[in-house]
């Protein structure tokens, strides 16, 4: 199994790029979301998505859009880069059962915007 | 809402000495607990979890948690570190029953030899 496969894992925008990172999981977890992590704030929800059809919103919307057509991909778009999103970009998927909710995380993607 | 409060936000151990970071949430109801780790230029990997049953968790790499639901804490232990355990810990806390995920800050811990 490849798990959670976030690319690129390295991307310089300009500020006003746009961009989408893409996140695909093959493990057919209803539960994927998108996580930004900035030095001293830990990693913050941005958005996620409960199935195919359904998204929301999580602590840092705003900036990001995201869709989820497919049980596997859950992408991420960036419409307008500004430096404040400078940042890196966790993609997660889960699963829930009987004993809890466990998590899978992508190996993260490191975005500049100059 | 629920919040993750890891108040120490930098540690740094001379390798065999014991390690605690601290970990405390708020929210009054049934929870499960994450701890974890982010070793240097590499993505977040599962160091272990509490969903129920025996409050003292152990985990990976000799690490161990306890649950104290009156504190409501989740501290991280390990007796003696190691070099190689030089990274960033992050505690996390799932509302049982929803899908979110809510993290600490973290704590970046450095082993020197």
């Known amino acids: 199994n490849a798990g959670v496969t976030q690319t690129p894992k390295f991307q310089v925008l300009k500020t006003g790029q746009s961009m989408t990172l893409q996140c695909a999981q093959d493990?057919?977890?209803?539960?994927m979301s998108w996580y930004r992590q900035d030095p001293g704030m830990g990693l913050r929800l941005i958005h996620y998505?409960?199935?195919?059809?359904?998204?929301d919103q999580g602590e840092v919307p705003n900036g990001y859009n995201v869709s989820r057509s497919t049980t596997e991909d859950f992408p991420l778009r960036l419409l307008s880069a500004a430096p404040s999103q400078t940042s890196v970009y966790f993609c997660?998927?889960?699963?829930?059962?009987?004993?809890?909710?466990?998590?899978?995380f992508g190996e993260g993607s490191w975005l500049t915007v100059v | 809402a629920q919040s993750v409060s890891q108040h120490n936000h930098h540690v740094i151990l001379s390798e065999a000495a014991s390690l605690e970071l601290g970990c405390n949430y708020s929210?009054?109801?049934?929870?499960?607990l994450f701890w974890y780790v982010q070793y240097p230029g590499q993505h977040l990997q599962l160091l272990l979890k509490?969903?129920?049953?025996?409050?003292l968790v152990k985990g990976i790499k000799g690490f161990e948690a306890e649950f104290i639901k009156s504190k409501f804490s989740f501290n991280l232990r390990k007796p003696s570190v190691q070099w190689s355990d030089t990274a960033e810990y992050f505690c996390?806390?799932?509302?049982?029953?929803?899908?979110?995920?809510?993290f600490g800050t973290g704590t970046r811990l450095q082993v020197f030899p």
């Open positions: 997660a998927s889960s699963y829930s059962d009987i004993a809890g909710n466990t998590i899978y």
């Open positions: 493990m057919n977890h209803e539960y």
């Open positions: 998505s409960v199935g195919a059809g359904i998204t």
């Open positions: 929210y009054g109801g049934t929870v499960n």
């Open positions: 509490y969903f129920s049953g025996d409050p």
């Open positions: 996390a806390v799932n509302v049982r029953n929803t899908d979110k995920l809510i």
